[in-house]
């Protein structure tokens, strides 16, 4: 029904007011009385075999909501209704920001596709905190960290730190977001220095805390190898949990969507079905090359159980949905869940 009759009816409209009203719809729905009953009725599968421990957390099941849907912590509880593992929120920063000029995202649905340049628009650190502080469910949440547009980069670790410190009694890991495309000159913290700089930093923070959170790098998918390489030797040093792998692509290749159509997108990072192979070739890599030496989290152009399987046979501990979830509807965890039992993975 999702795909037939709802996703048609929600892409009429544009992305970002179809969003808020989903937002919106969702929340005040499952306000009723039994509504979030009904809701794990629907769309959960609960089984012990499910669950997974990883970075010292025990997850009910492996399928997270990747950052950026609910940037502000508004749909926690109703997510995890829906059958979530695990939800990450943001990328939120120090202080609340418009983000980048409407329009700035954009469907492509040939492509079973997004291209977003959103630009890390969120209420900022403080709004979030408050809201993870009074969530009524037990999920499972990640914060997803990043840096103001007006912040240089010579400043940045600075940022990141803010967030922590607000975030720190509210959330079970932290997502080091270094890879989007959309905030000027952030990539280049991926850089080795400034990177392992900004994790040594966090890391030093981290171990003041009287119970130290697992600290994740979500990195992009435009890295070379040698890049890669670069990543699992930071990972091995500066001893952080583990990688989120990946962010959304630059790239354009080999969409079928018309090319005046991507070329009137402009920039932005894209997401979804276009990204499903590299993702899960970066996950294999670095899976390869570390000899399995720290968890992963797999996220980019998940739309089957197939797709999912294929990112945990390569490597990832965990998987995360964004733009899988919006092309193919909330069923598609319950499907994922029963592909994982059934592969016995």
């Known amino acids: 029904m999702y795909k037939t009759i709802i996703r048609p009816l929600l892409f009429h409209f544009s992305p970002e007011s179809i969003h808020r009203f989903a937002f919106s719809f969702i929340k005040n729905a499952l306000r009723i009385p039994g509504a979030k009953a009904l809701c794990r009725k629907l769309f959960q599968n609960r089984s012990p075999k499910l669950e997974r421990e990883v970075f010292g957390i025990r997850f009910k099941n492996p399928v997270g909501l990747a950052a950026g849907l609910d940037k502000d912590a508004v749909l926690v509880d109703e997510l995890d209704a829906m059958g979530f593992g695990f939800v990450e929120i943001g990328t939120i920063t120090p202080v609340g920001q418009p983000g980048n000029p409407q329009p700035r995202l954009f469907r492509l649905t040939e492509d079973k596709a997004l291209i977003n340049r959103m630009g890390f628009n969120n209420e900022g650190v403080a709004v979030a905190a408050e809201r993870l502080k009074n969530k009524k469910s037990n999920a499972i949440v990640g914060g997803n960290i990043g840096k103001n547009k007006t912040t240089p980069n010579e400043q940045a670790n600075e940022d990141y730190k803010k967030c922590f410190e607000a975030l720190y009694p509210y959330v079970d890991y932290f997502a ?35 119970a130290p959170k697992p600290i994740l790098l979500k990195i992009a998918p435009d890295l070379s190898n040698s890049q890669l390489d670069d990543i699992i030797e930071i990972v091995e040093n500066v001893k952080i949990d583990g990688v989120i792998a990946t962010n959304t692509t630059i790239s354009r290749k080999a969409l079928s969507a018309d090319p005046k159509k991507v070329e009137a997108a402009g920039a932005g990072g894209l997401s979804g079905m276009p990204l499903t192979r590299r993702s899960t070739e970066v996950i294999r890599y670095l899976h390869t090359q570390s000899n399995g030496s720290f968890p992963i989290i797999g996220v980019g152009g998940i739309h089957s159980p197939h797709d999912a399987v294929e990112k945990l046979k390569a490597g990832a501990s965990l998987i995360q949905l964004y733009t899988g979830f919006i092309y193919e509807g909330p069923g598609l965890i319950k499907k994922i869940n029963r592909r994982i039992l059934e592969e016995g993975l």
Request: glycine share 0%; net charge neutral.
């Open 176 to 210: 080091v977001n270094v890879s989007s495309p959309n905030t000027p000159n952030l990539r280049a913290l991926q850089e080795k220095e400034p990177l392992e700089q900004l994790l040594n930093e966090l890391k030093v923070l981290n171990l003041s805390k009287p």
